[in-house]
């Protein structure tokens, strides 16, 4: 199956600075990606779509000022947090989708997100 | 608008015993159906999925699962567990055309001896 990196896997950053989270399709390109954010022992929450070339699509009460998207590539997309708080510690988790048109051998990705292994982090 | 709901935040089951993760969905839509298992501190993997054609989809690690239209369920099963089998599951639904994945709040599988 296709492969999605996140770099880091856990970072630990003081209250205030900006961490920037990357997103890797390793085999495949992806010109969509999303973003997800899940809280201790809760589902995962969509925050962004990602489309390469274009402004992110945000979902309803993400603030865009801080959580920043980049997808200037179709192999890569990235997640900047800005004066993080606190409160922004979570699991961050990316997903890339795979266009492949229908009527070809790599049909069986065409619904199927794939998703990065997540990144920890923790603003102190 | 699409929602996942699973009923069962935490199923524990003793180890080789069958199991059921229960997972209903509301759409007003036709829709594409998953399941995905999560280990701790990593990310998702994918299970199984109906998109079209027979409701019975068999997926990976001997899991299967039955999309019911009329009941609008998408149950999880396996007649025999194993300890390794201990992480969460999510059921999750889009709406054809696939964008958005709507998540389900998990189902917390633990297995034991």
């Known amino acids: 199956g296709a492969v999605v990196s996140q770099h880091p896997s856990r970072v630990i950053c003081k209250s205030g600075t900006s961490v920037k989270i990357e997103c890797r399709s390793l085999?495949?390109?992806?010109?969509?990606m999303f973003w997800y954010r899940q809280f201790p022992k809760q589902s995962l929450m969509l925050m962004a779509t990602?489309?390469?070339?274009?402004?992110?699509?945000?979902e309803q009460g993400v603030e865009k000022d801080k959580f920043l998207i980049n997808h200037a590539s179709l192999t890569l997309s990235t997640l900047t947090v800005t004066s993080a708080h606190p409160e922004d510690s979570s699991f961050y988790i990316c997903?890339?989708?795979?266009?492949?048109?229908?009527?070809?051998?790599?049909?069986?990705?065409?619904?199927?997100?794939?998703f990065g292994p997540g990144t920890r982090l923790t603003v102190l | 608008a699409q929602s996942v709901t699973q009923l069962d935040s935490q199923v524990p089951v003793f180890e080789e015993a069958p199991v059921e993760l229960r997972c209903n969905y509301s759409?007003?839509?036709?829709?594409?159906l998953f399941w995905y298992v999560q280990y701790p501190n990593q990310g998702l993997q994918l299970l199984l999925k109906?998109?079209?054609?027979?409701?019975l989809v068999k997926g990976i690690n001997g899991f299967e699962a039955e999309f019911n239209k009329s009941q609008t369920s998408f149950h999880l099963r396996k007649p025999s567990v194993h300890i390794s089998d201990t992480a969460e599951y999510f059921c999750?639904?889009?709406?054809?055309?696939?964008?958005?994945?709507?998540f389900g709040t998990g189902t917390r599988l633990l297995v034991s001896p």
């Open positions: 109906y998109l079209s054609g027979s409701t």
């Open positions: 997903s890339a989708r795979d266009p492949a048109p229908l009527g070809t051998q790599e049909r069986r990705y065409y619904n199927e997100q794939f």
């Open positions: 990602s489309n390469e070339g274009s402004k992110a699509t945000y």
């Open positions: 759409s007003s839509v036709s829709v594409y």
């Open positions: 085999d495949f390109q992806a010109t969509t």
């Open positions: 999750a639904v889009t709406r054809q055309g696939f964008q958005k994945l709507v």
